[in-house]
């Protein structure tokens, strides 16, 4: 299924990841060094370029979870857009995406976030299915969008949490 031009990630000029992975770098030895103030500061500076909120310890060891241009494009990208009229079917093609492993899958799996209110939506594609069954696209779909928050009595007040989940999705029977 092919998905709207507004779910699809945006090309990145080769560029800008470059100018991104060397800064990348430079606040990874910045952190290796133990020059902690100028790495935040770094970090700051790279935040304002790029309009994310990422951390030092974002930075620190990368490559051992992503090569240096997945995190500058990923970087590069503005964030996934809410999109309020997204269907089940495009959830669904999101997840797909997501579960095999396509190259844009940080994309994708930000994308889904951003637009479904399951606060574990990722637990849902990769968790332990029963029997080591792999999880459908259209049950990670379905249950994201079911999932509702409920807030406490005392949210009504003013005082309190924020929400109470509603008993989440489970692929496990209940007895």
Same mark, same amino acid.
């Given at each position: 299924?092919? !998905?709207?031009?507004?779910?699809?990630?945006l $090309?990145?000029?080769?560029?800008?990841v470059?100018?991104?992975?060397?800064?990348?770098? &430079?606040?990874?030895? @910045?952190?290796?060094?133990g %020059?902690?103030?100028?790495?935040?500061? +770094?970090?700051?500076?790279? #935040?304002?370029?790029?309009? /994310?909120?990422?951390?030092p310890?974002d930075?620190? *060891?990368? =490559?051992?979870?992503?090569d !240096?241009?997945?995190?500058a494009? #990923?970087?590069? &990208?503005?964030?996934?857009?809410?999109?309020p009229?997204?269907? %089940?079917?495009?959830?669904?093609?999101i997840v797909?995406?997501?579960?095999? +492993?396509d190259?844009?899958?940080?994309?994708?799996?930000? @994308?889904?976030? +951003? #637009?479904?209110? /399951?606060?574990?939506?990722?637990?849902?594609?990769?968790?332990? =299915?029963?029997? *080591?069954?792999?999880?459908?696209? *259209?049950?990670? *779909?379905?249950?994201?969008?079911?999932? &509702?928050?409920?807030?406490? $009595?005392?949210q009504?007040?003013?005082?309190?949490?924020?929400? %109470?989940p509603?008993? +989440?999705f489970?692929? =496990?029977?209940t007895?």
């Amino acid at each position: 299924m092919e !998905l709207r031009p507004e779910l699809l990630p945006l $090309p990145v000029p080769r560029e800008r990841v470059e100018q991104l992975g060397a800064q990348i770098d &430079r606040i990874a030895e @910045l952190i290796g060094e133990g %020059r902690m103030p100028e790495a935040r500061q +770094a970090v700051t500076t790279f #935040n304002k370029q790029t309009g /994310h909120r990422y951390e030092p310890t974002d930075f620190a *060891s990368y =490559w051992e979870s992503q090569d !240096l241009e997945e995190i500058a494009t #990923n970087a590069a &990208r503005p964030a996934p857009p809410k999109v309020p009229d997204i269907t %089940r079917t495009e959830l669904a093609e999101i997840v797909r995406r997501i579960m095999e +492993a396509d190259p844009e899958a940080d994309y994708y799996l930000a @994308l889904l976030e +951003a #637009n479904v209110v /399951h606060p574990h939506i990722s637990d849902l594609i990769y968790c332990s =299915w029963p029997r *080591s069954r792999p999880a459908r696209s *259209s049950q990670c *779909s379905v249950s994201s969008v079911e999932f &509702r928050r409920w807030p406490f $009595p005392a949210q009504r007040r003013g005082i309190g949490p924020t929400f %109470r989940p509603q008993k +989440a999705f489970s692929p =496990w029977p209940t007895r």
